[in-house]
């Protein structure tokens, strides 16, 4: 007897530790308010900042619940933040100078995104075919 297989299992891993990810972003941007976020090659400051620290847990969150339960928008929003999190980390290497975290920050994203683009079946809702016979419009009948 052969044991099924879990359906994207692997993607089910990454977003638990995309729910712990959100979550300990939310602990830290409590604890440590003042911290300057630095984004797309600026460094947010001030009392507004903390609404937008506040976006990297929201995504987390979301990102990890839609690969939990493997739905479908989970994908296109992961992408989307990876080139985000490029695009902002390759402008603070440009502004702030070198540096070896946001360097490998942007390797490792690039990594992940190219494997979330190989994984892409496990996210389509149902296998398009075109074998599938055509349903018989009702006027006709």
Known sequence: MRRAQPVGADIKIWGGLFLIVGTMDLIIIVLFPAYAF???????TGPASFLIKLHSPA?????????????????????AYAGFG???????????????????F???????????????????????SDNKPKRASQELL
């Open 106 to 128: 942007i390797a490792t994203t690039l990594l992940f995104a190219v494997y979330l683009i190989w994984r892409r079946r496990v996210f389509v809702d149902e296998p398009v």
């Open 38 to 44: 630095k984004l797309f090659g600026t460094s947010v």
């Open 59 to 79: 995504v987390h969150l979301l990102i990890g619940y839609g690969f939990l339960w493997l739905r479908p928008w989970a994908w296109g929003l992961s992408l």
């Open 86 to 104: 490029i695009v902002s980390e390759t402008m603070n290497q440009l502004a702030f100078g070198f540096h070896v975290v946001r360097s490998g």
